[in-house]
């Protein structure tokens, strides 16, 4: 069993940057490929960024592209979203989802990934 903890969420204004990070203790972190997924009052859950298990591949949703970076450091079990230029479609609740993959292939499919955290809220004020 995997468990994933996100933290760093909060309140900025438009225009501001927030970091929030997904850990996950255990020596199977490093076989995990990591998702941020987030999900706005009344909407679906929506894909936001990716990164494979040794962080040589990264995906965004265009929404983030140019704005949002994941990386992750697995010598601490961690994986971060470093979130610029903030807007106030931003604000959702940010999840973590992790799925064991050996050769990573993007997927927007939240039904695809088998560990999730409780989220962490995010607002974006105007």
């Known amino acids: 069993q995997v468990q994933l903890v996100e933290s760093g969420g909060g309140l900025v204004q438009t225009g501001g940057s927030l970091r929030v990070s997904c850990a996950a203790p255990?020596?199977?972190?490093?076989?995990?490929?990591i998702t941020w997924f987030r999900q706005a009052l009344g909407l679906e859950r929506e894909f936001v960024a990716a990164?494979?298990?040794?962080?040589?591949?990264?995906d965004y949703a265009n929404s983030v592209k140019g704005r949002f970076t994941i990386s992750r450091d697995n010598a601490k079990n961690t994986v971060y979203l470093q979130m610029n230029s903030l807007k106030p479609e931003d604000t959702a609740v940010y999840y973590c989802?992790?799925?064991?993959?050996?050769?990573?292939?993007?997927?927007?499919?939240?039904?695809?990934?088998?560990?999730w955290g409780l989220g962490t809220q995010v607002t974006v004020s105007s």
């Open positions: 255990g020596p199977t972190f490093s076989l995990l490929t």
């Open positions: 989802a992790a799925k064991r993959q050996f050769v990573y292939r993007r997927s927007n499919n939240p039904n695809e990934y088998d560990y």
């Open positions: 990164i494979s298990r040794a962080g040589g591949n990264t």
